[in-house]
């Protein structure tokens, strides 16, 4: 994390004050249609650049309607480009990769909106103030953590092509969330994470009701107008494959065999 994230860190630490608690409630507690109202329509104030981050992302403060939070921002025009993801697409996949997290009930990705910004438009992302107490590496291996078996099944999914362990949020309430689902969404099989524990293993059944839900609710509404802003009718039809996949076998994927199934540095 960067210098900007440990300043934000410092500030928001106050929260765990009680008296500062009543007053103001910890972000990632809004409800979720306020938050995403927030980082729609609220004022973003850019604090700095996390410097681990491998595209340009800000650490911002958002406001409006007298509630204020934490936010990452990623202007499009600060994507990296990438040899096996069209330029310029990243910031919407985030975007899909929430719509399509939410649907499923996994609440694995935090409320993140598309919108205008100092830099150009970009993906707007509520900021989790991860617990810092956990170890994200034994949190990573774990193979009876209901929230990560959640996140190792949306990545199928989505096909994310890096889940590392950075990308692990554990918010103190316990919830895990995880951030960075830009390189989502390839046509090509390319899941790549550290999430491999139950290769092979049997989905749960809440997995199943979710998979069937998420089929169902690509066909209209919502989730299939969001798909359909972000990706390509090829990416759309791939991820109805692979939900398709998953709900035929039902069993969580192997790794990929002509793609390195780990992502580096894994951490
Ligand atoms: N919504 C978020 N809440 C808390 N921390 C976040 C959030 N999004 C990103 N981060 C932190 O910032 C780091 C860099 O962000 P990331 O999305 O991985 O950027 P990049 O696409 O440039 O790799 C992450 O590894 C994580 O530590
Ligand atoms: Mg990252």
Redesign the pocket.
């Known amino acids: 994390?960067g210098d900007a994230?440990a300043g934000g860190q410092a500030e928001r630490a106050e929260w765990t004050d009680p008296s500062a608690l009543e007053s103001e409630p910890d972000a990632y507690r809004l409800p979720e249609s306020a938050a995403l109202d927030l980082l729609a329509n609220g004022e973003l104030a850019i604090r700095g650049r996390?410097v681990?981050?491998?595209?340009a992302?800000m650490y911002c403060d958002i406001s409006g309607n007298g509630v204020e939070a934490a936010?990452?921002y990623?202007p499009v025009a600060g994507e990296r480009p990438l040899w096996d993801f069209p330029e310029g697409t990243l910031a919407g996949r985030e975007i899909a990769a929430y719509a399509v997290s939410r649907t499923a009930g996994w609440n694995v990705v935090?409320p993140t909106v598309y919108r205008d910004g100092p830099f150009g438009p970009g993906m707007c992302?509520?900021?989790?103030?991860?617990d810092t107490k956990v170890d994200l590496v034994a949190l990573a291996r774990s193979g009876d953590h209901a929230g990560l078996r959640r996140m190792a099944i949306f990545d199928a999914v989505v096909n994310n092509a890096d889940r590392k362990v950075?990308?692990l949020?554990p918010a103190p309430d316990g919830h895990l969330?995880g951030?960075?689902h830009?390189v989502c969404f390839a046509a090509e099989y390319k899941l790549r994470t550290v999430l491999w524990q139950w290769r092979g293993k049997q989905l749960p059944g809440e997995a199943l009701v979710a998979l069937r839900c998420l089929r169902d609710s690509m066909a209209a509404g919502e989730l299939a107008t969001d798909l359909g802003n972000w990706l390509t009718p090829e990416e759309i039809e791939a991820t109805r494959k692979r939900i398709d996949l998953l709900l035929e076998h039902k069993v969580y994927p192997f790794p990929p065999t002509d793609w390195p199934a780990v992502p580096w540095p894994p951490v």
């Open positions: 994390m994230a996390l681990d981050a491998s595209n992302t936010c990452v990623k935090p992302q509520l900021w989790i103030d991860a950075g990308h949020l969330y951030c960075d830009g």
